[in-house]
């Protein structure tokens, strides 16, 4: 670019100028050269590009992760693998969980697998995290578990499955269907339906699954804090002893599943075929998910967790 009078807008010149100095590497003075101005007016420019969103600045911080307690979820678990995250006071602890998840289900991924999902807010993380991959062929994401209402917010459902299946460049299989139903003829009924019982087919065959890990503490639990589930339900949850779910499907602290008269209403995987998929990533942290990652492991529905440093301390702790 050759010394010459800017005749471009603002927003042009703007771009022009953070180009040379962020790309280039030039200096101020060479870019003052170029423009026209002084070196003090282009330092003014590169903020006003900064406050204006020209620029956007996005520190790419590497995950620290905690080996040893990594090693000692597996030797107790009987894990495939283990990530535990270590988390800075200032972290939002879902962007790194959701990046050791995305890391770690990408790096089992080959061609014409099937990727079943559920939702929730560290699945959606998950999602975040994920480069757009072109490189391997042929994927379907599948939905697990029904929708959880009218609206598609950005952890539900459907809204994890297409924006996983954009990420992969892969086809997106729906459940078109509410997650809850009133009675069990009725989810009979609905399991019936060929469209859903396709997609469950579909399911039933993944590869591999990208699981959050719910708790049944009406405090925590994103069924209850979301208004899909009412507060009935939730007392007959809880004093059936449950104390987590994974894609609706309820347990104790031991493992066992409990609360059948709501896994009976259910439209989504079923406990058994869930468990018959040879990769489960669980995602979940914090005190909340202690023990409901307790039962989750201790029942076989993940075989792989990611989770933080602090609780994966109490999950070994508690476990014993």
């Known amino acids: 670019?050759?010394?010459?009078?800017?005749?471009?807008?603002?927003?042009?010149?703007?771009?022009?100028?953070?180009?040379?100095y962020f790309l280039e590497g030039r200096t101020q003075s060479e870019i003052a050269a170029v423009v026209g101005?002084?070196?003090?007016?282009?330092?003014?420019?590169?903020?006003?590009?900064?406050?204006?969103?020209?620029?956007?600045?996005?520190i790419n911080r590497p995950l620290m992760e905690n080996h040893q307690l990594s090693q000692q979820l597996i030797d107790r678990f009987g894990l495939i693998n283990a990530r535990v995250v270590a988390l800075s006071q200032s972290t939002n602890p879902l962007s790194p969980l959701g990046k050791a998840a995305g890391t770690e289900l990408i790096s089992y991924l080959r061609q014409g697998w099937i990727i079943g999902t559920s939702w929730g807010t560290a699945i959606s993380a998950t999602v975040e995290e994920i480069d757009k991959l072109t490189s391997i062929h042929?994927?379907?994401?599948?939905?697990?578990?029904?929708?959880?209402?009218?609206?598609?917010?950005?952890?539900?459902?459907?809204?994890?499955?297409?924006?996983?299946?954009?990420?992969?460049?892969?086809?997106?299989v729906y459940l078109n269907a509410?997650?809850?139903?009133?009675?069990?003829?009725?989810?009979?009924?609905?399991?019936?339906?060929?469209?859903?019982?396709?997609?469950?087919?579909?399911?039933?065959?993944?590869?591999?699954?990208?699981?959050?890990?719910?708790?049944?503490?009406?405090?925590?639990?994103?069924?209850?804090l979301a208004d899909y589930?009412?507060?009935?339900?939730?007392?007959?949850?809880?004093?059936?002893?449950?104390?987590?779910?994974?894609?609706?499907?309820f347990y104790d602290l031991s493992g066992n599943m409990t609360a059948f008269?709501?896994?009976?209403?259910?439209?989504?995987?079923?406990?058994?075929?869930?468990?018959?998929?040879?990769?489960?990533?669980?995602v979940a942290g914090g005190p909340a998910k202690v023990e409901p990652i307790i039962g989750a492991l201790r029942n076989n529905l993940i075989n792989i967790l990611v989770s933080d440093e602090k609780t994966v301390i109490d999950v070994l702790e508690r476990s014993k």
């Not at 396709?198 to 039933?204: F, Q």
């Not at 890990?213 to 069924?223: F, I, K, L, M």
């Open 1 to 20: 670019m050759k010394n010459q009078n800017y005749s471009k807008d603002r927003q042009s010149l703007l771009a022009d100028i953070a180009e040379m």
């Open 37 to 58: 101005v002084t070196r003090s007016n282009i330092s003014r420019m590169l903020t006003e590009a900064r406050n204006t969103g020209i620029v956007l600045i996005q």
């Open 138 to 172: 042929e994927i379907k994401v599948v939905q697990l578990l029904g929708a959880q209402g009218a609206r598609i917010e950005q952890y539900d459902a459907h809204s994890i499955v297409r924006r996983l299946a954009d990420k992969l460049d892969a086809e997106g």
């Open 178 to 224: 509410p997650f809850l139903v009133e009675d069990q003829t009725t989810a009979s009924s609905l399991l019936s339906n060929k469209s859903i019982s396709n997609t469950l087919n579909i399911g039933k065959n993944a590869n591999i699954a990208l699981l959050g890990v719910g708790s049944s503490d009406p405090e925590h639990s994103s069924y209850y």
């Open 229 to 249: 589930v009412n507060q009935q339900d939730m007392v007959a949850i809880h004093h059936a002893g449950a104390i987590g779910d994974i894609c609706g499907r």
């Open 261 to 282: 008269e709501f896994q009976n209403r259910l439209i989504g995987i079923s406990a058994e075929d869930l468990i018959r998929i040879p990769i489960r990533i669980g």
